[in-house]
């Protein structure tokens, strides 16, 4: 089983960029997909970016497509997100997530979660 551990939020100013990254124990990163999702108070849990298990296919949101880039290190069992010209809608607890199976927007999909990050952007 997988523990995955989310580290790098914080509180910026938008326009500014943060990294997310997540660190994965107890097994092989290179044996799941990965994704980050993202919740705001009050709001259903959202997918932000997914990538394979190799890091050769990528899925991006149309809400932070251009602004945020998924990336992995599966000789470090990392995976990373770089978050660039954050805006204040971007403010939630953000979450790495790994699935067993498919690279996938659904949360249903993935097997194993951190247990999130708090960004929050300031206007």
């Known amino acids: 089983q997988v523990q995955l551990v989310e580290s790098g939020g914080g509180l910026v100013q938008a326009g500014d960029s943060l990294r997310l990254s997540c660190a994965a124990s107890g097994g092989p990163l290179s044996a799941y997909s990965m994704g980050w999702f993202r919740q705001a108070p009050g709001t259903e849990r959202e997918f932000v970016a997914g990538?394979?298990?190799?890091?050769?296919?990528?899925n991006i949101a149309n809400s932070v497509k251009g602004r945020f880039t998924i990336s992995r290190d599966n000789a470090k069992n990392m995976m990373y997100l770089q978050m660039n010209r954050l805006k204040p809608e971007d403010t939630a607890v953000y979450y790495c997530?790994?699935?067993?199976?498919?690279?996938?927007?659904?949360?249903?999909?993935?097997?194993?979660w951190g247990q999130g990050t708090q960004v929050t952007v300031s206007s």
């Open positions: 990538i394979s298990w190799n890091g050769g296919r990528t």
């Open positions: 997530a790994a699935a067993r199976f498919v690279l996938s927007t659904r949360v249903i999909d993935y097997d194993y």
